[in-house]
T-cell receptor
Framework: DVKVTQSSRYLVKRTGEKVFLECVQD?????MFWYRQDPGLGLRLIYFSYDVKMKEKGDIPEGYSVSREKKERFSLILESASTNQTSMYLC???????????FGPGTRLTVL | DQQVKQNSPSLSVQEGRISILNCDYT??????FLWYKKYPAEGPTFLIS?????DKNEDGRFTVFLNKSAKHLSLHIVPSQPGDSAVYFC???????????????FGQGTILTVHP
């Protein structure tokens, strides 16, 4: 059963903390993505990666960075968490140029 | 600039009736469209897709219609069931001037509630 897993389902952090969100896929997909989902705004792309050590900014990269050292793992980093980064974070993966993405269960991050 | 728009935040339907969810897009380079379904506390799951060379694709109770001239697509669910209650996102992809790397642009989502 193929899947995308995320390290935490729920996370509570304090303002200014460094936060790591981990995502692992077992489908040998080249592409991996990080989104945040907010009510009324849909899914917005933060960063994506099309190969190991390669990354591209999405629509809302400010305040975030990413790391992809291995094909199966894509990490999202909040260097200094702020309250406006409270959100649902979703990781996804796909084959190159494929239209469909497979999503993980999401991490609900609350920054106090 | 919202390139994919779902103008109805919510839709309420009686069990057994048809649910119609709508989506508009502005980027004429989009050539592949998808619908995802999302339950609370879960990630989105793929539902159905359509390529721009088609105007209709059907899968069981789900049918997606594409009107390229109007830059509009819709998802029909018939008959609707209470288990269909979820948030539905439309998404689009295309090769705007180069490889898309499989990027998707999502709409805001529509909350569908199907009443027994």
């Amino acid at each position: 059963d193929v899947k995308v897993t995320q390290s935490s389902r729920y996370l509570v952090k304090r303002t200014g903390e460094k936060v790591f969100l981990e995502c692992v896929q077992d489908m040998d997909h080249e592409n991996m993505f990080w989104y945040r989902q907010d009510p009324g705004l849909g899914l917005r792309l933060i960063y994506f990666s099309y190969d190991v050590k390669m990354k591209e900014k999405g629509d809302i990269p400010e305040g975030y960075s990413v790391s992809r050292e291995k094909k199966e793992r894509f990490s999202l980093i909040l260097e200094s968490a702020s309250t406006n980064q409270t959100s649902m974070y979703l990781c996804a993966s796909s084959l190159p140029h494929a239209g469909g993405q497979f999503f993980g269960p999401g991490t609900r991050l609350t920054v106090l | 600039d919202q390139q994919v728009k779902q103008n109805s935040p919510s839709l309420s339907v009686q069990e057994g009736r048809i649910s119609i969810l709508n989506c508009d897009y502005t980027n004429s380079m989009f050539d592949y469209f998808l619908w995802y379904k999302k339950y609370p506390a879960e990630g989105p799951t793929f539902l159905i897709s359509i390529s721009s060379i088609k105007d209709k694709n059907e899968d069981g109770r789900f049918t997606v219609f594409l009107n390229k001239s109007a830059k509009h697509l819709s998802l029909h669910i018939v008959p609707s069931q209470p288990g269909d209650s979820a948030v539905y996102f439309c998404a689009a992809s295309g090769r705007a001037g180069g490889t898309s790397y499989g990027k998707l642009t999502f709409g805001q989502g529509t909350i569908l509630t199907v009443h027994p």
